[in-house]
């Protein structure tokens, strides 16, 4: 069966027209070339779909039942189409992207509030995944882009990434522990305390390992969460030492506890990554571009590390 589109527009027009005329006004046609593409139809699919006289056009059963759910899907390929044509407005339509669960409650949140303000009319959706499924939904094109975050530099055949900003690792403390008088404090000195830190999905587990080969340290027990708010209970209750990346764009970790640089510095990066060789759509090339720019938030700069007055040293 060989049916075109334009042949099923024209015979829905005919129907709601129930006018060759009308209906070849509607495509710039004359009545003859509709004629001929309504008879090449009823060929095609076998059926008689209009009764024919000199002063009126009927469906016939067959073609009312065909005008009902052609009408139908007619329809929703223009609504199809149109959101295509939305997304390539560049300021309009929808963009997904992916990532990880803490990167969504901070940073993710302002610059979804950035792009809301940049572009009214465009909806940037958010998928909270691990980090081995952001890449994977973005390799699977499942998403536009992705956020994640890493301790070393990304390197994927099939993946390009922008780091966006870097974030130092801190000890997490309370007011009263005995590490808290000090304005930066020594990875060696960690080594008589328990550790609690996020998981291996925010980067912070890759991090900690390259901290303590760095500074000699064995290899210690570490409570892994998936959440800010988690290691700071814990932290709270005297559980151990919290080791979480700490500036304006990662969530705070509460009034109640203090938080002081570790050095030397290790950091955590923050990227974007799309598909490689594949151009984003232009609507989600605009919110990239929101993503990507600077926020007013600035991380805690390496000056303040460098300029603080006393380091805890190991004993």
């Known amino acids: ?36 593409c309504v008879r090449e139809l009823e060929d095609a699919v076998e059926l008689k779909l ?4 000199t002063r009126q056009v009927q469906l016939t059963n067959a073609g009312a039942s065909l005008e009902r759910r052609i009408g139908r899907l007619l329809d929703e390929i223009e609504l199809t189409l149109l959101a295509e044509r939305t997304a390539y407005d560049g300021h309009t339509g929808v963009v997904v992207l992916a990532s990880n669960p803490v990167l969504s ?10 792009c809301a303000s940049a572009f009214p009319e465009l909806v940037v959706s958010v998928r909270d995944q691990s980090q081995s ?11 536009d882009f992705g956020v994640i975050s890493l301790a070393e530099p990304f ?17 997490v403390i309370t007011p009263t522990h005995p590490l ?13 305390w328990g550790i609690i830190t996020l998981n291996a999905d925010t980067g912070v587990r890759a991090a900690l390992d390259l901290a303590f080969n760095a500074n000699e340290l064995k290899r210690r027990p570490l409570q892994e969460l998936g959440h800010v708010a988690a290691v700071s209970r814990m932290v709270e209750l005297g559980l151990g030492v919290g080791v979480l990346p700490v500036d304006a764009h990662w969530p705070s970790p509460g ?57 805890l040293h190991e004993p």
């Open 255 to 311: 009034e109640a506890l203090v938080s002081r640089p570790l050095v030397p510095e290790v950091t955590v990066a923050t990227l974007l990554v799309h598909r490689r060789n594949r151009s984003l759509r232009p609507n989600a090339a605009a919110a990239w571009t929101q993503f990507a720019a600077p926020s007013a938030s600035q991380s805690v700069s390496r000056t303040a590390v460098a300029q603080s007055r006393t380091v």
């Open 1 to 36: 069966m060989n049916v075109s589109l334009q042949q099923l527009k024209v015979f829905v027009a005919v129907a709601r027209e129930r006018s060759f005329t009308r209906a070849a006004r509607e495509f710039d046609l004359t009545q003859s070339a509709v004629s001929r």
């Open 155 to 171: 390197d994927h055949d099939l993946l390009h990434a922008q780091v966006v900003f870097t974030t130092p690792l801190h000890a």
């Open 105 to 114: 409650s901070g940073w993710v949140a302002q610059a979804l509030a950035r």
């Open 180 to 192: 808290a008088r000090h304005d930066s404090i020594a990875w060696r000195a960690l080594r008589e």
């Open 133 to 143: 499924a952001v890449l994977a939904s973005v390799e699977h094109g499942e998403v």
């Open 50 to 53: 209009f009764d024919r006289t």
